[in-house]
């Protein structure tokens, strides 16, 4: 978009500055002129000076490498067409220098600790560096082809298993007090008199999505009638998940108890685990073996490295015994 726009500018001025019909054309500049005038404009930019503190001069390429760290391609872009933008970029910088120049002259550079620091950043920069320079080559590495995708698909089945699952609604009568209803759990006597009542209300007829919504304590399902719907076994208490894979489907059974208090519990569906289908589970398939292949690189990249700079690592310390 920004060289179509350059492209429009020109082409406008040059609409604007026809040569005139019969004119005659601007005589030629000699030979040794227009090598002058090249070489010229090969001659390096000149490193302007910002400001100075003390003897020591700011040029405008350090303000250049503090933009390009600070900001990203959208940001700069932005700068460009934001008036004003870039002098209170310069002013901030400037302000940076005159604090950095505060700090040094108060000696913090000199510190033990300061120097920690300038060490852990300098690896942090170097990393970086090498990462610019290796990282289009890894990413090359990690890239992963339909095939490779059915292959992880094929080799690790336990990844893409559906667990085993059950839909059901449940009343608690608590008898320890849950989350803000601090007060209000009921003692073991009292919680059995409200699952009696309970089920007398549904024998009656009372559906038991309306009996959750007004007797349960579980804030979980309570607005919903109780329902739990599609949970994967292993996400309730031992007691609760026993009943469900007993009761019969659709009769609600006798009350459970639990560390909770007490459950009445209506089996509407279970799920018995299944295997997905590559196609269902190609996109999570794709994402597991591109990580799968990126750890598989890293660690080769890692290991050429440490066999290049001559890593050794240190023997674990023994614990001693004491006798």
């Given at each position: ?60 390429s350090e303000f ?41 002259k108060a000696g ?157 519990i209506l089996v ?56």
């Open positions: 978009m920004l060289r179509s726009l350059l492209c429009s500018a020109a082409l406008t001025l040059a609409a604007q500055n026809p040569t005139a019909e019969g004119a005659k054309p601007a005589t030629p500049a000699p030979a040794h002129a227009a090598a002058g005038e090249k070489a010229k404009a090969a001659a390096p930019k000149a490193d302007k000076v910002l400001g100075t503190i003390g003897k020591t001069a700011i040029h405008e250049e490498l503090f933009l390009n760290i600070s900001l990203n391609d959208q940001e700069r872009m932005t700068m460009q067409f934001m008036p004003g933008a870039r002098e209170q970029y310069l002013n901030r910088f400037l302000e940076f220098k005159t604090l950095e120049a505060k700090a040094r913090m550079a000199r510190t033990p600790d300061h120097a920690r620091k300038a060490r852990l950043m300098e690896m942090q920069l170097l990393i970086t560096a090498l990462m610019d320079r290796d990282g289009g080559g890894l990413q090359a590495q990690i890239k992963v082809s339909d095939d490779d995708v059915k292959a992880f698909f094929d080799q690790h089945p336990d990844q893409f298993r559906i667990p085993e699952s059950f839909s059901a609604r449940h009343i608690l009568v608590a008898t320890k007090a849950l989350g803000d209803d601090k007060g209000k759990a009921l003692t073991d006597d009292e919680a059995k008199a409200r699952i009696a009542k309970i089920q007398a209300e549904l024998a009656a007829g009372k559906t038991f999505d309306a009996a959750a919504k007004e007797y349960s304590d579980d804030p979980g399902s309570k607005d919903k009638g109780g329902l739990y719907e599609n949970t994967p076994f292993g996400s309730f208490v031992p007691e609760f998940e026993k009943a469900v894979r007993e009761q019969p489907l659709g009769k609600v059974g006798a009350p459970v108890p639990s560390t909770y208090g007490y459950h009445l509407e569906k279970l799920t018995p685990a299944a295997q997905e289908t590559f196609e269902a589970a190609k996109e999570k398939a794709g994402k597991l073996a591109t990580k799968a292949r990126q750890e598989q690189v890293m660690k080769a990249y890692m290991d050429a490295a440490k066999v290049e700079v001559g890593f050794v690592a240190a023997a674990p310390a023994v614990a001693k015994v004491a006798k």
